[in-house]
């Protein structure tokens, strides 16, 4: 046993002396080969998506990913913690089952939407109808009151599920453009429609409910075969349905043809108050300029109709790998590195604004910052967001990157800085130095953000482990630069679109207790 213990003790002070002696081509080689040869990408997604699930800011499913996180961490001997910067609407989605009860059974897909009131166990079955076709907001008024008891239906039918590249590779070309030109007017004349009523898609939905509506069915196509954008609901007592584009247009021409379908919803969910919110910040403590930092940034939370995974748990799996290879392969770095796990991004970047405000220390300190967060794919843009010398030092940096992992990367110098979409925009508000690892889009946009086939089956690996690669490099080579990174601001130039000058986008406070009234 001693001997052991003697041995074990000779072989760490030589791996430390060997550590020290290593060359930054040896630790970018060693980084490379961790997170090729030992990847945890895999059992970090299983655990996240299909163990944890969806996290949704202020649902047990994202207190517990944050519970998962700092554990994680810790079995890797890094220190991490849950830091509260708020309160959120409480809520727990349950069992969501709809079928159609008349004029023939049939079982549908669909969910509850975000934050949906519960119909309880027995469910609520009534009728359904759609807008009317109205000439003012006076004509709606009239109409309003016979929607009580009543289904409302308040999305468009789409014409077709098929998406365009499908047509395109299929349809003859008169056909593809007849359906494209039927269905722009379609369109053209629901927004007027919509604009006559007085409300707005987002508005109606609480007008209804108002007017006795027992519950709402909607559907927001996502473009995709089978993809519907799935948000929050905005109602205090009756129950939003999303519900497939195949089973929604069923629906819709059974009532167009006057079969008066009925449905029953069964809608479980609970209230469950106010909770706290939460960032997951881990750290990896600096030995030499300890009040300097880099940050690995991603946001934790999702929206809930499927399980996160391409937004934004491959930013996320992505951050968790680049530092356990870090931990693993230069364990005592020159500056201080911190992994943020946002909260309530989706909601307006709430975690992450929540933490520069409170952090300014930290934030003076920003030696970097990197954040992912659009998709699975490769990192293909970074953009110097306005700082006038990132070409500098993110090119210095870049320099130690081997080709494989960088030759798709198109670098864009000095850029203009972000005023939102991800969390590195709450930094740069700031004035301080943090980029966006933007991915390749692997029809991110139609088929995986926000829609209810954002699943682990779309994780493309090998994407993603380039990506822990690239940012635990990047992290290295910031973490050991011999200069502090400027933050002098480049000359904004005309925005194209406006005609004006270009400002500098400026720092906004967090919604520190959301959905609640
Ligand atoms: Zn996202």
């Given at each position: 046993?001693?001997?052991q ?8 002070i030589g791996?430390?002396i060997?550590l020290r002696a ?5 630790i970018?080689a060693?980084i490379?080969?961790e997170g090729t040869?030992n990847s945890q990408l895999?059992t ?5 998506m299909d163990?944890n ?5 202020g649902t047990p499913?994202?207190k517990?990913a944050h519970?998962?996180a ?5 079995s890797w001997?890094?220190d991490a913690?849950n830091?509260?910067?708020?309160t959120w ?10 079928d159609?009860v008349?004029?023939?059974v049939a079982?549908?897909?669909a969910?509850?939407?975000a934050?949906?009131?519960s119909?309880?166990?027995k469910g609520v079955?009534a ?6 076709t109205v000439?003012?907001?006076m004509a709606?008024?009239k109409?309003?009151?016979s929607?009580k ?7 468009m039918m789409?014409?077709?599920?098929r998406?365009?590249?499908?047509w ?8 593809f453009a007849?359906?494209?030109e039927e269905?722009?007017?379609m369109?053209k004349a629901?927004?007027?429609n ?10 109606i ?12 069915a909607?559907s927001?196509?996502?473009r995709?075969?089978?993809?519907n954008k ?12 999303d519900?497939?584009l ?8 059974m009532?167009?043809h006057?079969?008066?379908p ?10 469950l108050g106010?909770v ?8 990896i403590p600096?030995t030499e ?5 880099i ?5 934790f939370?999702?929206?809930d109709?499927?399980?996160g995974a391409t937004d934004?748990?491959?930013g996320?799996?992505?951050m968790l790998?680049?530092?356990r ?6 364990p ?5 590195i ?7 991004e989706?909601?307006g970047?709430?975690g992450s604004?929540?933490?520069v405000?409170?952090?300014?220390k930290i934030?003076e300190g920003l ?6 967060d ?6 293909v843009?970074?953009?110097?967001q306005?700082f006038?010398?990132a070409?500098?030092y993110l090119?210095r940096?870049l320099?130690a990157?081997p080709?494989?992992?960088?030759n798709?990367i198109?670098t864009?110098f ?5 005023g ?6 709450s930094?740069?508000?700031?004035g301080?130095?943090a ?5 390749l889009?692997?029809?991110y946009?139609n088929?995986t953000?926000h829609?209810?086939l954002d699943?682990?089956d779309?994780i493309v690996?090998?994407?993603?482990r ?5 940012t635990a490099?990047?992290?290295y080579m910031?973490?050991?630069?011999p200069e502090?990174t400027?933050?002098?601001?480049a ?6 679109r406006?005609?004006?000058?270009r ?5 906004r406070s967090p919604n520190r207790r959301?959905?609640?009234?």
């Open positions: 046993m001693q001997r213990l003697l041995l074990t003790l000779f072989l760490s791996f430390i060997n290593q060359t930054t081509e040896e970018v060693a490379e080969k040869e895999e970090l997604a299983y655990q996240l163990y699930g969806p996290r949704l800011v499913e994202m517990s519970d998962w700092v554990n994680t961490y810790k001997g890094i913690e830091q509260q910067w708020g609407k409480g809520w727990q989605r349950g069992i969501t089952h709809v159609m008349s004029p023939r079982s549908l897909h969910t509850q939407l934050w949906s009131p119909t309880g166990k079955t009728a359904l109808v759609t807008l009317p000439g003012d907001s709606f008024a109409w309003l009151p929607v008891g009543k289904i409302v239906m308040v999305s789409q014409p077709t599920g998406p365009d590249d499908n395109e590779e299929f349809a003859t070309e008169a056909s007849k359906m494209k269905r722009e007017a369109e629901w927004d007027e919509m604009k006559n009523t007085g409300y707005s898609s987002r508005t939905n609480k007008a209804l409910e108002d007017a006795g509506a027992v519950a709402i909607q927001r196509w996502s995709g075969f089978g993809a799935i948000f929050s609901a905005g109602t205090d007592k009756i129950p939003v349905m519900i497939s195949e089973d929604y247009g069923m629906l819709y021409r009532v167009e006057g079969a008066k009925e449905i029953k919803i069964v809608a479980e969910s609970e209230d106010e706290p919110a939460f960032n997951t910040i881990a750290t600096g300029l300890p009040d300097e930092y940050i690995l940034s991603a946001h939370d999702s929206w109709g499927a399980t934004n748990g491959t996320t799996i992505t790998e680049a530092a290879i870090l931990k693993k392969v230069y005592n770095p020159k500056r201080t911190l992994i943020g796990h946002w909260g309530s989706e909601q970047l709430n604004r929540a933490f405000e409170d952090n300014p934030v030696q970097a910052l990197f954040n992912q659009n998709g699975t794919g490769r990192v843009r970074i953009s110097g306005g006038l010398h070409y500098d090119g940096w320099e990157v080709d494989a992992y960088k798709e198109e864009t000095p850029g203009t800085p972000g939102g979409g991800s969390d590195y925009a930094f740069v508000a700031a301080a130095p980029f966006s690892l933007s991915s889009s692997w029809a946009w088929y953000w829609t209810n699943t682990y779309k690996f090998d994407d993603v380039n990506n822990a690669i690239l490099i990047l992290t910031a973490c050991e630069d502090k400027s933050r002098e601001k000359v904004l130039g005309i925005n194209p406006t005609g004006e000058q400002e500098w986008p400026s720092q959301g959905g609640l009234d």
